[in-house]
């Protein structure tokens, strides 16, 4: 039986490091554009390949948590997919549900990295999704980033969760979920225990317009109308913060220098539900989410960084005042 199944897309993300950009912000600073001339050559400073991808930093980090995993997830036969085949088996990510699709080409995502913040040019290839013959019900289903035509795949998932109602169910809706918008996702987020989004996600999902000054306890509780029975929101430097239906709480981040944001997210949410797995509460959940993400900060790439179950539970007891406080 395994503790959590992650379902979605694997990319091997190519990180171009660049430091000869031209940044141009609107007055405060909110909205910000890298600048190149076009035709010129820019000079890269390093490139690095990861094995990537939302479900694929679910499975590596629940697995180096010490839950046992398996991926579903559709990859080509080429030297990309295998790189990812190979990097799930050192990190014990069981490759059960594993699927090789030949004549097709493994996902890759392009990443400018710059002062710690990157810009991704997203390829998913058209896959055939089908929902694999689960041998033993999983505790949890962690269910996030497909390509388009998701949508009758996710209908298979969503009949097997109501046929299986002990699963428990998080869902990080991506971008393919987000432009197929609500009505499409609606279903789904009556079943599920926790979505994870971040506060553009949230708006986009509810159709709030960017410009609005919309508070954090607003879209926590318009995401949480939706259905989960645990609304999370990230907001970049400001942390997360969280809704049970019944209180507020936010954290701010943990202190570290920061080498490159992506996979933040991802290693948030997957402490965050592994907390849970263990039984802990939210707030204690929230502090393994932002801790877990302090390590994948500092590390190029979404998975170098993510920590053990020993390590969290380390860095804190050494900080017994990091903790989260209500949401006002």
């Not at 199944?5 to 490091?17: H, L, Q, R």
């Not at 990097?87 to 990510?93: C, P």
């Not at 710690?116 to 033993?136: C, M």
Request: net charge negative; charged share 25%; proline share 4%.
């Amino acid at each position: 039986m395994f503790d959590i199944i992650s379902i979605g897309d694997c990319v091997v993300d190519a990180f171009m490091f660049i430091n000869d950009f031209e940044i141009r912000c609107n007055l405060n600073k909110e909205d910000c554009k890298l600048c190149v001339s076009y035709g010129d050559k820019v000079p890269v400073e390093k490139f690095a390949l990861c094995s990537a991808g939302n479900a694929n930093n679910n499975a590596v980090g629940s697995a180096r948590l010490g839950l046992k995993t398996a991926i579903y997830t559709e990859i080509g036969d080429d030297n990309n997919g295998k790189m990812i085949v190979d990097n799930f088996r050192k990190e014990n990510v069981s490759l059960h549900y594993v699927n090789l699709n030949k004549h097709q080409s493994t996902n890759l995502h392009a990443v400018i990295s710059y002062q710690g913040e990157r810009t991704i040019f997203v390829y998913h290839e058209p896959r055939n999704y089908k929902l694999p013959a689960i041998d033993t019900v999983p505790k949890w289903i962690y269910y996030t980033s497909l390509s388009q035509a998701f949508e009758k795949f996710q209908s298979e998932l969503v009949e097997y969760l109501k046929k299986n109602p002990s699963i428990k169910i998080a869902f990080n809706p991506a971008t393919f979920h987000l432009k197929a918008g609500l009505e499409e996702l609606r279903e789904m987020l009556s079943l599920t225990e926790i979505v994870f989004m971040n506060r553009e996600e949230t708006m986009k999902l509810l159709k709030i317009d960017p410009s609005e000054k919309t508070s954090m306890k607003t879209l926590l509780e318009e995401a949480h109308k939706l259905g989960p029975k645990i609304s999370v929101i990230t907001d970049g430097p400001k942390g997360s913060a969280v809704y049970d239906g019944e209180s507020f709480c936010e954290l701010g981040l943990f202190d570290v220098p920061i080498v490159d944001r992506t996979g933040v997210g991802d290693s948030f949410a997957t402490a965050f539900v592994a907390a849970l797995f263990y039984e802990k509460g939210i707030e204690e959940a929230m502090k393994w989410g932002t801790i877990n993400s302090s390590g994948v900060i500092q590390k190029i790439g979404p998975q170098e960084g993510l920590m053990t179950k020993g390590e969290i539970e380390f860095i804190l007891n050494s900080n017994p005042k990091f903790t989260p406080s209500n949401l006002l």
